[in-house]
């Protein structure tokens, strides 16, 4: 598609629960991004990926969160029992080509999933 | 930590009027990107503009202009002719590491005032 897709819009979660969200990146992009924009607007980088393989995790709460991009799939992010504090929107960007010789190519970014945890 | 800073959290601009947003970040790489991106209250993420650290050039998009300092590490995002739809939150943000991350400031809000 021309845009980058996530589902659900919304997600409500009781604290414990687990939460999968969804992203279709733009055809053609190589590359996914998942941000977390907490209530305070502020992102923090969570996972990337370079088609299935895992790019840079350096952001990943490693103990409650997973991330996979498969062939022919969207990509997921999943919460293994969610806190209060992980409410959020999660943001998905896409880029097409990743710093090749000195170039970077623009993150696109999906509408978000605004996940709230009770 | 490598920070970006928006020092502004609030603005407010007249419709017809110029706004400049500040941003200033810390960085030790010598190649890197900035970008300036618009959130309105949809929270959808729409780029505005972006900048290459190695072209000295200043990036122009329409009414949006930016104001580059390698040196002084600063990237301000002057909006010429406000508009009602301009009005949104502004996020200033940087590519970090060769994984091309980005690292955002806080956001300003911009209102722009009929």
């Known amino acids: 598609g021309e845009e980058v897709a996530q589902t659900p819009k919304h997600l409500v979660r009781g604290e414990g629960q687990k939460a999968k969200l969804y992203c279709a990146p733009i055809?053609?992009?190589?590359?996914v991004f998942w941000y977390q924009q907490v209530l305070k607007n502020e992102f923090k980088f969570l996972i990337s990926?370079?088609?299935?393989?895992?790019?840079?995790e350096t952001g990943m709460p490693k103990e409650r969160f997973s991330a996979k991009c498969l062939p022919n799939s969207p990509c997921s992010l999943e919460i293994q029992a969610t806190k209060l504090e992980d409410s959020a929107v999660y943001f998905c960007?896409?880029?097409?080509?990743?710093?090749?010789?000195?170039?970077?190519?623009?993150?696109?970014f999906g509408p978000g999933t605004r996940l709230t945890v009770l | 930590a490598q920070t970006v800073t928006q020092s502004q959290p609030e603005m407010s601009v007249q419709e017809a009027e110029t706004v400049t947003l500040s941003c200033t970040y810390d960085?030790?790489?010598?190649?890197?990107?900035l970008f300036w991106y618009k959130q309105p209250p949809s929270r959808q993420m729409i780029l505005v503009i972006r900048?290459?650290?190695?072209?000295?050039q200043n990036a122009t998009e329409n009414r949006f202009s930016v104001n580059f300092q390698k040196a002084a590490k600063s990237f301000s995002l002057k909006i010429s002719d406000s508009q009602l739809g301009d009005t949104a939150m502004y996020f200033c943000?940087?590519?970090?590491?060769?994984?091309?991350?980005?690292?955002f400031g806080k956001g300003t809000k911009l209102t722009v005032n009929p």
């Open positions: 960007a896409s880029s097409q080509t990743l710093g090749l010789a000195g170039t970077t190519d623009t993150q696109y």
């Open positions: 055809k053609g992009h190589s590359y």
């Open positions: 990926f370079q088609n299935e393989n895992v790019f840079d």
């Open positions: 960085t030790s790489e010598n190649n890197y990107y």
């Open positions: 900048q290459e650290a190695y072209k000295q």
């Open positions: 943000a940087r590519t970090q590491g060769g994984s091309e991350k980005l690292v």
